[in-house]
């Protein structure tokens, strides 16, 4: 049977109530050539100014600080994971057009019931601005120059708002969101990796850096001896850092969302968010389309599969790496083995060392650094949850298609609205960092369920000329019981 004629009928991904994909023409793909490539890619670097704060800049350095950089082999398998998810990701969206948050809803008992679900999740890991607490940390040491404590709690909060609002404020300023966080990201990973990679050619003895390398192995080159999981490990910090060792969860499952605004596949015919500032109206597609299989089909949907492999392998891969190895470098050459940095001031903490014992110059570049990583982080989180909820919002709801002349900014305007309310009043409720950690579990949690429900949804809902092959179903499965092993464990922990 044609696809046309499989169309018409009733087809796979209409089975949970939404409407059926329409027939279209795969887009032509870019092909870049040279420095092209930079134009090219776009979501993957999105997503890697997400890991780069969370996981890579906190909890990395407190779990490698404490037990050692043997666990760095959690990194390396995380990272492997990560990105063939992400590819997935993307091969639904390359398909459709649409977020694969919709590719859940497509799927049994309802489309309302895996909305709510999806919704609920993405709140619950990233509903707290955590990384707007924990930049205020770096930001209070630059202004005062020393580490705040339990009496500075009332100044964080407020230098946390205050971060906290000025990312809504650049969100309100853009032809498309989405190219303002890709513009905002190249500068972010160039100037953070950059800074790190030349501050530890010169402090980082080969001493550490061989270390640093055997830990990808689970080799502990003190003990000389491989130790995956050293004695005294905290499990709850470990599964936060193994879900936080790349994008992490709901942080993941959003790139997708970038991916059509990026116009990546069918993304092209399906539109974009556009800002409140500078941009214009646009219909925004609330279902799908899918293109008949051919030889000119093939070597275009290759095509695109060639621009997402750069742009996760290349990017995001290759850079989640060397974002999680660099800061871990500096910060255990600087702090003894064993010290808990988690507190008001870790995002300060290799900014005091450094300034103590290098020069007071050189600790507030690297105070400088975190604080426009963390609030870089904050604002990349807060877009994506925003964008993921109006997206489930417009393809879940003909009402709210229909609210203010169709227009999609203002869903996304009001949910930011409500979003900045429950922010300001998070912040009160526990320290950035014990925020942070319970976000990663959860992460975790996101990315053992939603493992399985991609495999079902690229297998199940598109058809056969775009299905992934073995390996990468395989990959998946492994991928839901690694993350599933790290959160039993942390639970287990917390419970006994």
Not at 97 to 122: K, Q
Not at 169 to 189: F, H, P, Q, S
Not at 381 to 408: H, K, N
């Amino acid at each position: 049977m044609r696809l046309r004629d499989a169309l018409i009928q009733k087809t796979p991904e209409t089975r949970s109530g939404l409407p059926p994909w329409s027939l279209a023409t795969l887009p032509d793909p870019p092909r870049p050539t040279g420095f092209g490539w930079l134009q090219a890619v776009g979501p993957g670097v999105i997503v890697l100014g997400v890991s780069i704060g969370g996981g890579e800049f906190l909890l990395g350095p407190a779990a490698f600080v404490r037990h050692g950089l043997s666990l760095l082999w959690v990194v390396g398998i995380a990272v492997f994971l990560q990105t063939v998810f992400n590819t997935e990701l993307m091969r639904y969206t390359l398909a459709t057009g649409e977020p694969v948050f919709t590719g859940f809803m497509r799927t049994r008992p309802s489309s309302t019931l895996w909305a709510w679900f999806y919704a609920i999740l993405y709140f619950l890991q990233v509903g707290w601005p955590a990384s707007a607490g924990v930049a205020a940390g770096a930001i209070f040491y630059l202004a005062m120059r020393r580490l705040p404590g339990p009496d500075d709690a009332g100044t964080i909060y407020a230098v946390g708002v205050g971060a906290f609002l000025v990312c809504v404020a650049i969100l309100m300023v853009g032809r498309r969101i989405e190219r303002t966080l890709e513009m905002l990201n190249w500068i972010l990973i160039t100037a953070i990796l950059g800074s790190f990679f030349l501050l530890a050619l010169w402090f980082v003895p080969a001493a550490t850096w061989t270390a640093g390398v055997l830990g990808f192995a689970g080799y502990d080159l003190r003990g000389g001896t491989f130790s995956l999981v050293p004695a005294g490990t905290d499990l709850f910090l470990l599964a936060a850092l193994v879900a936080y060792s790349g994008a992490g969860g709901v942080n993941n499952i959003v790139l997708s969302n970038w991916a059509r605004d990026r116009g990546y596949g069918m993304g092209a015919r399906a539109g974009y968010i556009p800002g409140a500032v500078g941009g214009t109206k646009v219909a925004l597609a609330h279902t799908g389309f899918m293109f008949e299989p051919s030889d000119e089909a093939s070597a275009r949907w290759h095509g695109w599969w060639r621009i997402i492999s750069a742009d996760q392998w290349g990017v995001f891969g290759v850079g989640a790496i060397f974002g999680m190895l660099l800061p871990a470098l500096l910060y255990v050459t600087f702090l003894p083995n064993g010290t808990n940095i988690q507190g008001l001031g870790i995002s300060a903490a290799l900014a005091d060392v450094i300034g103590a014992e290098a020069s007071p110059l050189l600790g507030g570049v690297i105070a400088f650094l975190g604080a426009w990583v963390l609030f870089k982080t904050q604002l990349d989180l807060m877009e994506g949850m925003v964008r993921a909820i109006t997206d489930i919002l417009w393809t879940g709801s003909s009402r709210i298609r229909a609210w203010r002349g169709g227009d999609v900014r203002a869903v996304y305007y009001t949910v930011l609205g409500a979003m900045v309310l429950w922010g300001i009043f998070a912040l009160r409720l526990a320290q950035p960092f014990v925020l942070l950690q319970i976000g990663a579990n959860i992460a975790g949690f996101v990315l053992a369920i939603a493992a399985l429900h991609l495999l079902y949804v690229n297998t199940r809902l598109l058809p056969a000329h775009v299905r992934p092959p073995m390996w990468r179903r395989v990959v998946l499965v492994v991928m839901a019981g690694f993350y599933g092993t790290f959160v039993t464990a942390s639970l287990m922990t917390m419970l006994g």
